[in-house]
T-cell receptor, first 109, second 112 residues
Framework: TQLLEQSPQFLSIQEGENLTVYCNSS?????LQWYRQEPGEGPVLLVT?????EVKKLKRLTFQFGDARKDSSLHITAAQPGDTGLYLC?????????FGEGTQLTVNP | DAGITQSPRHKVTETGTPVTLRCHQT?????MYWYRQDPGHGLRLIHY???????DKGEVSDGYSVSRSKTEDFLLTLESATSSQTSVYFC???????????FGAGSRLTVL
């Protein structure tokens, strides 16, 4: 089981600002998923990235998979209070997923 | 909604008592999982199941047992609860093809 490191652990910003959060590993990811979790709920999948260098966009969210498939980033443009939540990356290994500790994002109005 | 429910959603119990959490799915998926979520540790896999009566341990399985007697139900049992098992427990199911987890809403367990 490889260790996933997410940074920063906490991030508090004002509405309208941009931000980037990171997910890193010392090993190569087979594939990587990003989830968002809101208070009192379970995590919900945002995206899956598989190919090194891949970039995926989901409205104001941009996901990038590193060329060497050892890192990934999530960039949010013009953050809104509705983006508040815990952002988790997860590495897939067959039928098992290993999660990072997450980045807790708070977007203040 | 994805058709996964957990019960109970909240439970307070005392050290040494047995506790069973239930996960029920209506999706007929083969794979089901139990995770616990704690501050500073993220989501950690306790046990998972890949079919009726087929289960395997995750990274934090000590003190927990599971059972899956039918496809739709996956039970997590704490035989003798300890304060270190105070946590939020999430059940998840995996659909076919994409290795994507769909989570339940969680069960918050407090062991006094």
């Amino acid at each position: 089981t490889q260790l996933l490191e997410q940074s920063p652990q906490f991030l508090s910003i004002q509405e309208g600002e941009n931000l980037t959060v990171y997910c890193n590993s010392s090993s190569v990811f087979s594939s990587l998923q990003w989830y968002r979790q809101e208070p009192g709920e379970g995590p919900v999948l945002l995206v899956t990235v598989v190919t090194g260098g891949e970039v995926k966009k989901l409205k104001r969210l941009t996901f990038q998979f590193g060329d060497a498939r050892k890192d990934s980033s999530l960039h949010i443009t013009a953050a809104q209070p509705g983006d508040t939540g815990l952002y988790l990356c997860a590495e897939t290994s067959g039928s098992r997923l290993t999660f990072g500790e997450g980045t807790q994002l708070t977007v203040n109005p | 909604d994805a058709g996964i429910t957990q019960s109970p959603r909240h439970k307070v119990t005392e050290t040494g008592t047995p506790v069973t959490l239930r996960c029920h799915q209506t999706e007929n998926h083969r794979y089901m999982y139990w995770y616990r979520q704690d501050p500073g540790h993220g989501l950690r896999l306790i046990h998972y199941s890949y079919g009726v009566k087929d289960t395997d341990k995750g990274e934090v399985s000590d003190g927990y047992s599971v059972s899956r007697s039918k496809t739709e139900d996956f039970l997590l049992t704490l035989e003798s609860a300890t304060s270190s098992q105070t946590s939020v427990y999430f059940c998840a199911i995996m659909g076919t093809g994409a290795n994507v987890l769909t989570f339940g809403a969680g069960s918050r367990l407090t062991v006094l």
